[in-house]
């Protein structure tokens, strides 16, 4: 016999009732959604901010929050005797999921008749209806015979050169694949002649041959096992090797181009029925949205995370969570800045418990630690470690450069954006990359470099502010008068409340290059106005 406190049908008519049935129904709809949001989230709490934008989207964000308030607070009445089951604090809102038994009935439909009369709640419920499970459930096991191929890695080393110098090579190789994949997918790495794949299999093969002294070529290619399809492949010839090949920039972007086409493929064989409840592949399209840098694609990303460690926890899904409220920082999405940091802070407290060798978790903590708490030498400990697990993650060199260009060494920023560059060309951080490197051009007084990245970010992403707020730096300090007053016309438009006045004197405003002394012009930006 259920133990539960109360009793919620999400399905059909929405309806609370007490254990001797009595009805406990909120009257307003809002009410009534806030509790279904709260059900269908995987621990039963959302956080304060995205619960009013959910509910009251149209509003600013005190009169949100101040809503938000009321509505906990008639939920409370509503509940009478077992309104405890109902909790908040200054982050978040939740409801004890052990005091609920939610009653389900397929045959109807979710929330039916439901008019809350708000779009981001409709479009929260569109999508509900559509592919997302109605009620939390605990983490499932993925089925064995699931859509995300199980990855073969055959070595093949070459025969000529040195002896064993290219099976050595090849191995090492392997090695840099096996870390590369297993960080960011949901993979079994598996060797010809071991144990047979327990479902469908893609197949990498490794080849590498010794020539001309230290000369090298390096070929990768991605097979279907079972159809023998080609999916993908790849070679680069190198003059020589230089340094170990575990850092040798050319292999590593050979590799890391590997894995973004294996999650580009992912995405593209996948029926969407099954890209739904893999875990990887909700990460990767995550990871698109989130470098979208539109408001709502930053909250679609979120949830996406969210779904992929509801199917297979992980450190990293809390990480890339954690990531979006540092980009709602910088975008100035959610203005509640000490909201953004504590449920940054907890959920990668969490995902670094969980792995704490992951190079993005790593690099993730390393730029929380430098933009939200301000500790660069920490964020510096953090970001060499995601360096050294895996020296071809992009971001990793991102978090680098940023923390030397915070402890204004600006060579060393501008070698490792460079780097981070290199890495990310494809893939969706190549502009997040490029806008820090254009950062780093200013530090070293590459001002015509920074304001070439920035053009080239500020086409690929025509909604960032970021870019936008130094070109139009750049542009009046070159006198470039009609550039810099289209910038500050576009700022005003993407980001309510704008002014030149701001831009240039308020130092809590995200433009902290313009303070130092890098060859910016405030005199200049000050004539604007």
């Not at 971001?395 to 060494?409: E, F, I, R, Y």
């Not at 060579?411 to 780097?419: E, N, Q, V």
Request: aromatic letters at 6%; glycine letters at 6%; charged letters at 25%.
């Amino acid at each position: 016999m259920s133990t539960a406190r109360l009793r919620v049908f999400l399905d059909g008519r929405f309806r609370v009732e007490s254990r001797d049935g009595a009805d406990l129904t909120p009257r307003g709809a809002k009410d009534c959604g806030l509790i279904a949001l709260l059900l269908t989230s995987q621990h039963g709490e959302r956080s304060r901010t995205w619960l009013q934008s959910k509910l009251w989207s149209d509003r600013g964000p005190e009169q949100a929050a101040g809503s938000l308030r009321q509505s906990v607070t008639k939920v409370r009445k509503a509940f009478g005797d077992v309104q405890e089951v109902l909790y908040s604090n200054r982050q978040c809102v939740g409801i004890d999921l052990d005091a609920v038994e939610v009653v389900r009935a397929p045959e109807a439909e979710f929330l039916e008749g439901i008019d809350v009369r708000d779009q981001e709640f409709e479009a929260w419920l569109t999508a509900q209806r559509m592919h997302a499970p109605a009620v939390s459930l605990p983490p499932q096991p993925m089925p064995a015979q699931g859509a995300v191929p199980r990855c073969v890695v055959l070595r093949a080393g070459g025969q000529t050169g040195r002896p064993g110098a290219a099976g050595w090579m090849s191995q090492i190789v392997f090695d840099m694949i096996a870390r590369a994949l297993a960080e960011t997918f949901d993979v079994t790495i598996l060797q010809p002649g071991g144990a047979p794949s327990p479902g469908p299999a893609w197949r990498i093969d490794i080849d590498c041959a010794m020539h001309a002294g230290d000369g090298f070529v390096v070929r990768l290619a991605m097979m279907d096992d079972v159809t023998g399809r080609h999916l993908w492949s790849a070679h680069r010839a190198f003059s020589k090797l230089g340094a170990q090949i575990i850092e040798h920039e050319g292999v590593i972007a050979l590799v890391q181009e590997l894995c973004q086409s294996y999650g580009e493929t992912l995405l593209a064989e996948l029926p969407e029925a099954e890209l739904l409840a893999r875990p990887d592949a909700l990460c990767c399209l995550g990871v698109q949205r989130l470098f979208s840098m539109e408001a709502r694609e930053i909250d679609a990303a979120d949830t996406l995370f969210a779904q992929a460690h509801a199917l297979r926890p992980r450190g990293l899904y809390l990480a890339w969570r954690a990531h979006v409220r540092e980009i709602q920082l910088v975008e100035r999405v959610n203005a509640d800045v000490g909201a953004l940091k504590d449920e940054s802070e907890m959920l990668l407290r969490r995902a670094f418990e969980m792995e704490p060798n992951n190079s993005m978790v790593l690099a993730l903590l390393a730029i929380n630690r430098l933009h939200f708490v301000g500790d660069v030498q920490v964020a510096l400990q953090y970001a060499r470690r995601a360096v050294h697990a895996n020296y071809g993650n992009a971001m990793a060199w991102w978090a680098l450069s940023a923390g030397h260009l915070k402890l204004d060494d600006p060579a060393k920023s501008y070698g490792c954006a460079r780097m981070a560059v290199s890495l990310a060309l494809g893939t969706p951080l190549e502009f997040w990359t490029q806008s820090q490197l254009s950062g780093a051009a200013m530090a070293v007084r590459k001002l015509s470099e920074a304001q070439s990245l920035l053009q080239n970010v500020s086409f690929a992403r025509p909604d960032f502010r970021p870019p936008l707020r130094y070109l139009l730096a750049l542009h009046a300090t070159n006198e470039e008068w009609a550039d810099a007053r289209a910038a500050a016309e576009r700022l005003k438009v993407l980001e309510p409340g704008f002014s030149i006045d701001q831009l240039a004197n308020d130092r809590d405003y995200p433009v902290s290059l313009l303070h130092r002394p890098y060859g910016l012009k405030r005199d200049r930006i000050l004539a604007l106005l």
